[in-house]
């Protein structure tokens, strides 16, 4: 029905502006779209594919001759018996759980407070957006002093108060990571607050004094009012942390002095880097790896956006 | 997004095709530039330059290499062109950089980690350079030089010595005996902690992993000789053999001794804290006298070898680690590059070096001993009298295997030290990835 009727109408609208596009206008478009695509194709999709192709493999990345078909040998291996692998899963979860849980809703709540014209909000949302600023080597410089176990302000300011052993902090594989996720949420605090400021910033205030008008509290304001008028700024914040979590490696790599993986601290993104890089590589064993950390974060943030825009078709 | 397409849309205006063939001149000048830049580097061949690719980023290295090579500069007529990367980087990245375009002599170590890109192809045979300067070098020097195919493919520069470091005022104020043997080390490790020094000083945080090995090396050397060191560094023999257990023993006898805090210590604070008399001993390389900056505290620094542990093997191996040269796959300038090498292999070039570098020891023979501080002659000594010379830990073995298993383990272990087995079923579970191709 639908069909039947919109056709004429269609057809007696197109009428004044030509359709046809002059040869100049395919060329420049053929042009426009195709480096992009090209690019596209051989930055992204090439790279992806051959890694998938090489994670077949067994491979030294020296001369292709040396190019052997593995088959599933590399999955297997690494499922049944690669001790780092368990660990650096869990890791990583553990990486996400933290993120999402604590630093994350912490810069949620330093932006709506800085929100309210505090006084100084620009000193203090200068102060708390810095470590994002600092290049990521100067961040691992700060906290390597802050941690270290000799001269380190941390165990100076324990020593002070009660005496006994020098606690290692990034040595002790109990404890290194939860030291790393603190200097990692410090950072990311200050990504989420400035993210949700900017968002805050385009907010309408005139709901917020409908809230109150209606005698709603400021907790109640808050859940029933702002967050859900920010959806779109909470979709990228969730995604954002999702992203932050699984590709955790600089501040990692940085602190445990570049080695790769250490006890306590191994991730699914360092073991890739410590199987390609250095000096005798595997480049298929990583190549696996880096498939399994692309498998995991499609999964996670394709069912997440998948979630999210279909509650919006709705 | 939004933001910055409305604000495009309002600029452009009327010509908007011009900003989008700005945008798309922009992108398309972006990706052309790698390739320039690549054409750039391959344009460089003058006759009369040899590139240097050089390791040595630290200060002092760096100085004594710019000496040696403005020597050569100065004999030869030709100028060389350094290339110098910060130490760990380079070899991070070696693979990559042989068969990008590496330069046409540049520093590496000898052992496994040369063979290995020797017989890869990554590397140039040099047995002309070595008719010049193969007289004078030890044999084992010449050994050390060799690729598997027989060879020579490497030209030492000098090496220095892993032993027992400590300093001479303390042991002579607490009245300590260097020890022979094992009783007698463990005994003296005792001593120390009851008169308030942390005995062995202990650093292997950051990046430092590395230098626990050295203390592992010793043990087995000591316990089950150098052959059987050698296969197990070879992935010949397994790591769950009884000896290496035996081993681990060993060390788990020491690990009462061992500064705490070692995991997250850099090994230039463990270093200081013997030079600051809060640790008794070091398990360290001659390298520590990096380290130390005032001149009147260097004498009172020294070292016994590793004490003795099975009287069958005794003392007879020296973990001595070389440092050299070697000529790339396709030098751009082979006649430079020979004469080049030539001239390192040279005992006056040694003698440069080891003039502006006092931390090493010349592996010609005929370069002047004369320059040679107490501790520099004692290591010379040290290393001449040795039945055998290994390299060190992940210089004798596949670097990747010792950097990715066997490090990461051994950290682990030294948190919780305990009878082993899991950490040696670990380590042989990788063993065949890494050994069987």
Redesign the interface.
């Known amino acids: 029905m639908s069909s039947v009727r919109t056709a004429p109408r269609a057809s007696s609208r197109a009428h004044p502006r030509p359709r046809r596009l002059g040869p100049g206008d395919r060329l420049?478009l053929t042009?426009?779209v195709g480096?992009?695509l090209l690019?596209l194709l051989v930055f992204v999709w090439l790279p992806a594919l051959a890694s998938i192709g090489l994670s077949f493999t067994?491979w030294?990345?020296?001369?292709l001759s040396?190019l052997h078909w593995v088959g599933l040998e590399n999955y297997r291996?690494i499922f049944t018996?690669?001790?780092?692998f368990w660990p650096a899963v869990t890791h990583n979860v553990i990486w996400l759980l933290f993120t999402a849980l604590l630093p994350t809703p912490f810069g949620v709540f330093l932006a709506y407070q800085l929100d309210r014209k505090i006084r100084f909000t620009r000193v203090y949302q200068t102060a708390i957006f810095i470590p994002m600023v600092l290049s990521l080597a100067v961040v691992g410089l700060i906290w390597?002093i802050i941690?270290?176990?000799?001269y380190g302000l941390l165990n100076g300011v324990i020593s002070t108060v009660s005496s006994g052993?020098?606690?290692?902090?990034?040595?002790?594989?109990n404890l290194n990571l939860w030291a790393v996720l603190v200097a990692s949420g410090w950072r990311h605090t200050g990504y989420i607050m400035i993210l949700y400021l900017a968002g805050l910033k385009g907010f309408d205030p005139a709901l917020k004094e409908a809230a109150a008008l209606d005698g709603a509290n400021g907790r109640q304001t808050f859940m029933k009012v702002v967050l859900p008028a920010m959806k779109p700024v909470n979709i990228i914040i969730l995604v954002v942390t999702v992203m932050e979590s699984l590709r955790a490696f600089d501040i990692v790599y940085v602190?445990?002095?570049?080695?790769?993986?250490?006890?306590?601290m191994e991730l699914l993104s360092l073991l890739i880097s410590?199987?390609i890089?250095?000096?005798?590589?595997?480049i298929g064993?990583g190549s696996a790896l880096a498939v399994i950390l692309l498998l995991v974060s499609l999964a996670a943030i394709g069912t997440f956006l998948f979630q999210t825009f279909r509650k919006e078709d709705q | 997004m939004t933001l910055h397409g409305r604000a495009l849309k309002t600029l452009a205006g009327p010509n908007r095709r011009t900003v989008v063939q700005g945008i798309f001149g922009l992108g398309a000048a972006a990706l052309a530039t790698p390739s320039l830049t690549a054409c750039g580097a391959g344009a460089a061949s003058d006759p009369n330059m040899v590139t240097f690719g050089s390791n040595g980023g630290d200060a002092t290295p760096k100085k004594a290499y710019a000496a040696v090579t403005s020597a050569f500069e100065k004999d030869s007529k030709l100028t060389v062109k350094t290339n110098t990367v910060d130490h760990d980087t380079f070899q991070k990245s070696i693979s990559t950089y042989l068969q990008g375009t590496p330069d046409d002599v540049f520093t590496w170590f000898a052992g496994y980690r040369m063979q290995y890109f020797a017989k890869k192809g990554l590397a140039s045979p040099i047995d002309d350079v070595w008719a010049t300067i193969g007289a004078g070098f030890s044999d084992a020097a010449k050994q050390l030089s060799k690729g598997e195919d027989g060879k020579y493919y490497f030209v030492p520069l000098y090496n220095y010595p892993w032993a027992v470091f400590y300093r001479k005022s303390v042991f002579k104020q607490h009245g300590y005996q260097i020890p022979a043997n094992w009783s007698q080390f463990t005994a003296l490790a005792k001593q120390m902690q009851k008169d308030g020094l942390s005995p062995i000083a202990s650093g292997y945080g950051g990046g430092d992993s590395w230098s626990i090995l050295g203390t592992f090396d010793y043990l087995n050397l000591r316990a089950n000789g150098y052959d059987f060191h050698m296969s197990l560094m070879r992935g010949q023999a397994p790591w769950t053999d009884r000896r290496v257990v035996g081993t681990i023993d060993l060390w788990r006898e020491l690990a009462p001794y061992l500064q705490s805090g070692g995991g997250g210590r850099s090994w230039q604070d463990a270093a200081q804290s013997l030079l600051d008399k809060k640790s008794g001993m070091a398990v360290i390389g001659l390298f520590l006298g990096q380290q130390i900056t005032d001149d009147s505290l260097r004498s009172d620094v020294d070292f016994f070898p590793f004490p003795e542990i099975d009287p069958t093997y005794g003392q007879d191996a020296v973990e001595a680690p070389t440092d050299g040269f070697m000529l790339s796959r396709s030098p751009k300038n082979p006649d430079g590059a020979h004469k080049f090498l030539e001239f390192l292999g040279s005992a006056k070039a040694e003698s440069i070096y080891m003039s502006v570098d006092p931390s090493n020891v010349a592996v010609n023979s005929a370069a002047g001993t004369g320059s040679y501080n107490a501790l520099q002659k004692k290591s010379a000594e040290l290393i001449a009298g040795a039945k055998y010379i290994t390299q060190f830990g992940d210089r004798d073995s596949d670097p990747g295997f010792i950097s990715t298993v066997v490090e990461p383990g051994f950290t682990e272990w030294l948190n919780h030290p305990d009878d082993g087995s899991s950490l040696l079923r670990t380590i042989e579970s990788q063993r065949s990835r890494f050994f069987t191709a």
């Open positions: 420049f042009v426009v480096i992009p690019a067994s030294d990345g020296l001369t040396d291996q018996d690669y001790p780092p390597d941690y270290n176990p000799d052993h020098p606690i290692d902090w990034l040595g002790d594989p602190l445990g002095g570049g080695t790769g993986s250490k006890p306590g410590d199987n890089t250095g000096e005798s590589s595997h064993y």
